[in-house]
């Protein structure tokens, strides 16, 4: 039993960690929300344990939401729209928790990001576009150039994949992969491929 709210929270993520990876996305999207609860309830004022353990919670409310979206690779597996809802909410506390806890605008960044990435796989192209525009505003204020570049790559595939928002041919996207070659980062290569990817990931499921 642990004696403190920071311990259980540990207790608790390794409990999380255990079902990633394991292929039930709703089994682990059930244990990542009842977790978080489990620490938010105990809660009260913000000590250092509670923030150690509300930081932890944010840790696997992200890695739970982003094991969920079906963007990281191309599937013959159905979406399942349910565990895609579910993920965003998980997305959308663990960016809430970014912001209170008052964590970098690189955080928030990707935070924000990952929330737009499910508006991207339910459709929502607006508000992935939107969400993807803030999110680039937040890297840039971090000075993360490469995340910058990589953030319009998603912003061009919002454009491209939504029907009234469709962008010529892929030169929106070709040109931010050539930019992003062209900038040397260590995780280039991994982010052009990434952004292919969802493209395809995408574009499949539009056309399907």
Known sequence: ??????????????????????GDDAALLA????????????CGARDGDAR?????VQRWTFNAAADCWPGWSVS???INQDNLLAARELAERSLALVRSLGLAPLREGTGVWMVGAFDLALGRYDDASRL????????VVASAPGLVLLTEGYVAIARRVG???????????DQICTRIAAGAFE???EWIAQLRTVLDVFARRNNS
Do not use: N, W
């Open 163 to 173: 029907k009234d928002q469709a962008s010529p041919g892929g030169e929106d996207l």
């Open 76 to 78: 013959d597996k159905p």
């Open 31 to 42: 244990a990542a929300r009842d977790a978080a609860d489990q620490i938010e309830r105990g």
């Open 132 to 139: 993807f525009c803030e999110a680039r505003e937040h890297y």
């Open 52 to 56: 150690d353990a509300l930081m932890m």
């Open 187 to 189: 995780d280039g290569h």
């Open 1 to 22: 039993m642990a004696d403190t709210l920071a311990g259980l929270a540990g207790l608790l993520e390794t409990q999380v960690k255990a079902l990633r990876g394991a």
